[in-house]
């Protein structure tokens, strides 16, 4: 699994001139603590592990955090959950992503996958979002209110975030590709007062009109006040001015620059689990702990500031969405791409890198593959002469991907694997512009984070041995708690259950002798494609609403060579058969109640599905069997209700050569 010597190293000019560098120096110069070596990322990394008070305090002087009001210690107490950072600060998200960045500087770029492209400067992006505001009081809205977008990718709901932030109201959205099911599933749980709602989308070369389904979506969400119509892709509902105004109508008010304080764990947004066992999920992250994490991974990590463009291929749906907004409290042009990644040709991501001198680009091991397979030669035919790292997350990446990108875009580029997740809207591992890259691996652990590998019994397990991903202290950027969720019971039951006092993730890692992080996949059910977490419990409800089945189970299963496979099982009613009409009616169902992107890679007919004793599915045991691992030690046969479907899926999983 591990390699002798790193395939990549930092230049000089990395060692010495990263910001990472230039804070470690710094926390010598203040007497925070005297390192050995500035330019040592591990030394400064055990250092944030050990002292997370200290660190996270040193962050906020560093990057001269503006509190309204300040707290006497950043972490009176360490314990877990519960602990609270920065008692009795207050301070602004919004006034934070507004503070850098010069008037005429491109803030926002989106381009759409037909070439669509437009932009606001920093100086339109402040106006709009001051003109936004204004709106919103206008409408009542304020802190604890809560604000929802249904919209593609786009420049308006960057704008409305902000200003929702700006007001001290609560943020949450999904993307227009969800059935408005599936988007109420989530946002109707907030009660929100105002939603923002686009008219359509541009994928794999259509125009996808949403109106009607926008129409739907607002008659589910209870107490919505008012709709403000964006038109997205040509398109948008119609304006009624009692219930439904225009965005032009938003941006042409007057507003004022003033932010309005909160205190340092006021609701900022609310991100959704994936819905595995019923309805998702809110994670409710402050205003305080989002800053703070998205100081340290865009700006350490990634080493982004006002003379940066970052470009990350994501969605409103998924968290890479919020990690890539706060590229502006750097000061960088942040760049937003609505559409197919492949489309109209494979190299649209890279052409999209050149064009606009990008110099961190965020991408999935699935486009790295795509781009092998295609045969590319970016680096040959395109001028990435800008580009300094190519950020990687949302499944293994496989060893190859990286010796590709040496070969085929450039030695001199960093490829930062990355892991973290919607709990934190931040990184567990990474990299930073000091840490040597070996392939299959992972650089290092996150400053600020205390990672452990630990067995079941709660024993750290030595360097090169696998076991589940574990956090011993607190970091600030974890949930204020679950929405809906009085006493806590949902929230300590996700992290806290198995190991009392301390964070599991849910991942299974090795840490390695020298450091390095390997992720072997989620130790959950949890489907996770391409980075996108999808909720199986809206598949099931798709196709389990037809006659036609009787039952279902769907996994996502990791292999070997970086690729991720996600089968459905069906057991089919009496007279139905495995016809291509049945396949394309079980795609279309899922499609239309929850999304393409929950379609399944393939159906497969099984005469009957195991259930737990209690009527569960069996989906972690399922995912283990194909995945190669003994059925004696994943499932009981004692402790399922059909040992004969149990050993259905294990003769098709050794038909399959696993």
Known sequence: MSVAEPQWIPSQRQLTGARVVRFARWLGERGVTKLADPADYAELQAWSARHPGDFWQAVADYYEVDFADTAEEALPDRTMPGTHWFPGATLNFAHHMLRRGDDGRDAVILIREDGHRESVSFAELRSQVASVTARLRALGVGPGDRVVGYLPNCIEGVV??????AVGATWSQTALDYGPRAAADRLAQLRPTVLFAGGGYVFKGETRDRRDAVEELRGLLPGLVHTIAVRTAGLSIDADHDVVSTWEEAVADEGGRDMRPVPFDHPLWVLFTSGTTGHPKGIVHGHGGALMEQLVSPGFHMDLDENDVFFWYTSPNWMMWNAQVCGLLHGSTIVLYDGNPTSPTTDALWRLVADLGVTVFGTSPGYLQASARAGLEPGRDLD????????????????????????????????????????????????????????GEICAPALGVAIEAWDESGHRVPPGVAGEMVITEPMPSMPLSFWDDPDGHAYHDAYFSMFPGVWRQGDSITITERGTVVIHGRSDSTLNRNGVRLGSAEIYQAVESLTEVEDSLVVGVEQPDGGYWMPMFVVLAPGIDASDQTVELLRSEIARRASARHVPDEFVVAPSLPHTRTGKKL???VKRILQGADPERVSSAGAVDDPDALQWLVEYARARGV
Do not use: K
Request: net charge negative; hydrophobic share 45%; proline share 8%.
């Open 160 to 165: 409305a975030f902000v200003a929702s932030a």
């Open 384 to 439: 990435l002469s800008r580009l300094q790292l190519i950020g990687v997350t949302g499944s293994v990446l496989p060893a190859a991907c990286n010796a590709w990108v040496r070969q085929h875009v450039s030695p001199d580029v960093q490829v930062g694997s990355m892991s973290g997740g919607t709990d934190v809207v931040g990184v567990f591992v990474g990299s930073a512009p000091t840490t040597p890259v070996y392939d």
């Open 619 to 621: 989906e972690v045991p």
